[in-house]
Each structure stands twice: as structure tokens, then as C-alpha cells.
């Protein structure tokens, strides 16, 4: 795969076949503002999602220019896609995120849904109305980052969490040292002291090559990093993420998918114990309450608009409870303060340049 693949599909030349009507369909979508998500069902059933809300084209494509895109987009991610391996996530030339599946596993023809990447949101400043976030709201999420918190960005499918990421991620001083984890490439990291790292089966003469998220992150801890960050945690890997949080190298992040703070501390725990380590449960809540500072929950109001709606510090554990207490909650359109100010308030104002009097002020 190329360096950087934040480029247009006609920088790649012959490598994507022009004259494929379903390229030069995605390279048309790419000129319209606001389109997130893109998903072929069937070569007669193609939609597009605008503001939440997904919209039927009155446009169609054959069957034969579907698997021609597949096989372009499995070379170009070095991986197969064929019955034999019926799924694929990868990237387009763009950086866009795609999920493949074939049949006979998808019914009459291929699937393919593609998770668009957005260029225009790029920091809390430019893009934070993007998720309801006032100034107030940007000034404590940087003071979060930069004061090397852990963060857990938290949300439900298409919520967002990505980009919110790549919003925080480009809050980092340009002079700390970035490893990042994906099974996916999706983060946009605007740091050059970056090393990005790919979970993912490689499939080359004959012989398959298979590296985890598990070992990645294992293996992260040998390369001398300052922040270790992971795109979604879906696993076991979330153990050695802890153990890495719980060691050193505060300031790192990864997203969830939960739908509330409190689903969040459930799923973290489910995460936990499928490391197949096998630890009482009160051990494991000790050290997911001792290396978790934020849980930024995400979601969609009623218009289909992404907004933060609410953010919640892990403050201990009591008896066999994680304590938790909710700096902000989303009210009549609004992400408001609950009025109680972070346990970790000195630590934000020595390192994030916080003022100590910071929530007095809402």
C-alpha cells in the first residue's frame, strides 16, 4: 500500500480501472459535500447516507464492474477477496474505509459498503461544532489531551468515533512519539514521529502471513513510544492495552463501540476477560479503573447530527464498583457541565494549562 493514502483514485493511474463505472461513480460522490457512507447492495440498489439519513440513487452499476472494483481494492490492500475469503476490510486510494463480503455469502451479488474519509474536519477548533462542542468544551478536551490522560472515545456504529479521534490525536505536541493500531487504516495522524502499525493477514505466494492486534501492541511497547494508540478495541488486545496504560504510557486512547459511558464500563470489562487471562473480576475492574481517565461518549440526535453527549471521569474503585462521575451530559441540543469538576483538576491545570477555577465558570 502506498505511504499515504490520502489521495484521489486518478493519482494511482492504471492501478484502478477508469472506465469502471462504479469508480467513476465513487469519484463523483466525492465532489458532494456531506456523504458518509456509501453502500452498494446490489448493482440496482446503491444509497448514500447525508446527514444521517440514507438516500436511494436513482443510478445503477453491473455485477462484473462490482468484483473488478473488488479485486482492484483487495491488490491495492494486498489482500484476497474471493469465496475462499468471502470478507475484506481495507482502505481506498482516498483513505476512505471499506467493507467487502462476496457471495454466496451475500445474496445475488457482492456487498460493498464504504465509510467515507472527510478531509474538511481536521482539530477541535476548525471542526468541534461538528460534534455540538462549544469553546468551553474544546478547551477541556485539548487541556485532556495534552495533560496525557488515557481516553476511551466512546459510541455506537457510524457515530462518529473515528473522527473524533483524529480531532483529539491532532491535539498531541508534535514532539511526542505516536504508535498506532488498527485492524483498518482509518486515523489521520498529523504527527511525522508516527509509526502506524495494521493488523491484517497477508496472503502471498502460496503462504499466509498473520500478525494480531494482540502482537502488535506487545511489540509496540519495544518501539519507544509516548502514547499508544488503537483505532477500536474488539478483543483481548484490550488487556495488553491496559497493562500499557498502566505502565507508563499515559496519554493513549482508543474508541469503543457502547452506546453509554456505563455500557462502555461493561463492554471494557467483556473485553478484558477475552484475553482467556484469567484474573478475578474485582482485579480486573482495578485495573481498568486505574488506567481509564475519560470515557467521551458519542452519538446522534434526533436529526441523524453527530454531538457529544457526554463525558464522564473514572474516578476509583469502591468495594466492586468503578466509580464514576459525568462532567457533562447533552440537555435540549446542548452538552452542558453538571457543575463537578475533574478529581484529576490539578493534573489538567500543571500539564493542560486548565485554570483551576475552569467549571466554576459554566
Aim: glycine letters at 8%.
Amino acid at each position: 500500500m502506498p505511504t499515504d493514502p490520502k489521495k484521489s483514485i486518478d493519482e494511482y493511474g492504471p492501478k484502478m480501472t477508469k472506465e469502471n463505472g462504479l469508480w467513476n461513480l465513487i469519484n463523483d460522490l466525492s465532489n458532494k459535500k456531506g456523504i458518509t457512507e456509501i453502500a452498494f447492495n446490489s448493482p440496482r440498489s446503491i444509497f448514500v447516507e447525508r446527514e444521517g439519513q440514507f438516500i436511494q440513487l436513482n443510478v445503477s452499476v453491473t455485477k462484473s464492474e462490482m468484483y473488478q472494483f473488488i479485486k482492484e481494492v483487495a491488490d491495492f490492500n494486498q489482500k484476497i477477496c474471493d469465496e475462499h475469503h468471502p470478507i475484506m476490510d481495507g482502505n481506498l486510494p482516498d483513505g476512505s474505509r471499506v467493507n467487502i463480503i462476496v457471495e454466496p455469502f451475500s445474496a445475488g451479488s457482492p456487498a460493498i459498503t464504504i465509510r467515507r474519509y472527510l478531509k474538511t474536519f481536521k482539530s477541535l477548533d476548525t471542526a468541534g461544532k461538528l460534534f455540538g462542542l462549544e469553546a468551553f468544551w474544546v478547551q477541556f478536551l485539548r487541556a485532556v489531551v495534552v495533560s496525557r490522560a488515557n481516553i476511551v472515545v466512546s459510541g455506537g456504529t457510524g457515530s462518529g468515533k473515528t473522527t473524533l479521534m483524529n480531532m483529539l490525536l491532532a491535539e498531541i505536541p508534535s514532539t511526542e512519539r505516536l504508535v498506532t493500531i488498527e485492524d483498518t487504516l482509518e486515523l489521520d495522524i498529523p504527527q511525522s514521529n508516527c509509526i502506524r502499525l495494521e493488523a491484517k493477514t497477508v496472503i502471498g505466494g502460496g503462504e499466509k502471513s498473520t500478525l494480531t492486534m494482540r502482537e502488535l501492541i506487545k511489540n509496540s511497547l519495544r518501539m519507544r513510544p509516548d502514547r499508544i494508540i488503537i483505532g477500536e478495541v474488539r478483543g483481548g488486545e484490550f488487556f495488553d492495552l491496559m497493562e500499557a496504560m498502566n505502565t507508563g504510557h499515559d496519554g493513549s486512547m482508543c474508541s469503543i463501540h457502547a452506546n453509554s459511558p456505563s455500557e462502555c464500563l461493561n463492554r471494557m470489562e467483556n473485553l478484558y476477560m477475552m484475553s482467556d487471562i484469567e484474573l478475578p473480576m474485582i482485579v480486573v475492574k482495578k485495573q481498568i479503573a486505574t488506567a481509564i481517565n475519560f470515557i467521551v461518549q458519542i452519538g446522534r440526535d434526533r436529526s441523524g447530527q453527530r454531538r457529544v453527549t457526554s463525558i464522564a471521569e473514572i474516578t476509583g474503585i469502591e468495594g466492586t464498583n468503578i466509580l464514576m462521575q459525568h462532567l457533562a451530559k447533552y440537555e435540549d441540543g446542548v452538552l452542558v457541565s453538571t457543575g463537578i469538576a475533574p478529581k484529576i483538576m490539578s493534573n489538567l491545570n500543571q500539564k493542560g494549562d486548565l485554570p483551576l477555577d475552569f467549571f466554576s465558570r459554566q
